[in-house]
């Protein structure tokens, strides 16, 4: 070794030997490999299972304001903090079984109807309006249709693109 970086041939010789080494432990490697994914793919889809079966047994509440319902902006940042608190409360789970789903909707007599869909183990969050002059009342048996949004003549967004 000269200085501080080695010669050349003792660069060769070193990756020589780790190749070696290599091809000599090839089965070893090629295992590693494999069992790496086997345990990446079962953890993948035990993760997927986990989303269907919270998807499965989400929690509705069914919100209804007063006709003088006219909240202040602390208090829907304040109620905005508590949705956002679904996703901790409800534990470890996946993306999109974590999610809150607000639905609006105007019901009888004109008057607006709120409904807060979530995982089933952040239920007591949900239950908690947060908003003076709102009613949380048991959801009615949902229907057996299944709506579907459309958008006439307008292609979908890219993932992750912008408006």
Do not use: C, N
Request: hydrophobic residues 50%.
């Amino acid at each position: 070794m000269t200085g501080i970086l080695p010669r050349t041939s003792e660069v060769w010789h070193w990756l020589w030997v780790l190749v070696e080494a290599g091809l000599a432990h090839l089965w070893w490697i090629a295992l590693a490999a494999l069992v790496a994914v086997v345990v990446w793919v079962a953890a993948a889809v035990w993760w997927r299972r986990q989303a269907v079966r919270e998807l499965a047994g989400r929690t509705r509440v069914e919100l209804v304001p007063a006709a003088t319902f006219d909240p202040e902006l602390t208090e829907v940042g304040r109620v905005a903090g508590r949705l956002a608190s679904v996703r901790s409360a409800s534990g470890t789970l996946p993306r999109r079984a974590a999610a809150v789903r607000i639905r609006v909707a105007a019901g009888e007599e004109g008057r607006l109807h709120y409904w807060w869909e979530g995982p089933e183990r952040s239920a007591g969050v949900l239950r908690q309006s947060g908003y003076r002059r709102v009613e949380v009342v048991a959801p009615r048996t949902r229907s057996e249709r299944r709506w579907r949004i459309r958008f006439a003549d307008a292609a979908p967004l890219k993932r992750g693109g912008s408006w």
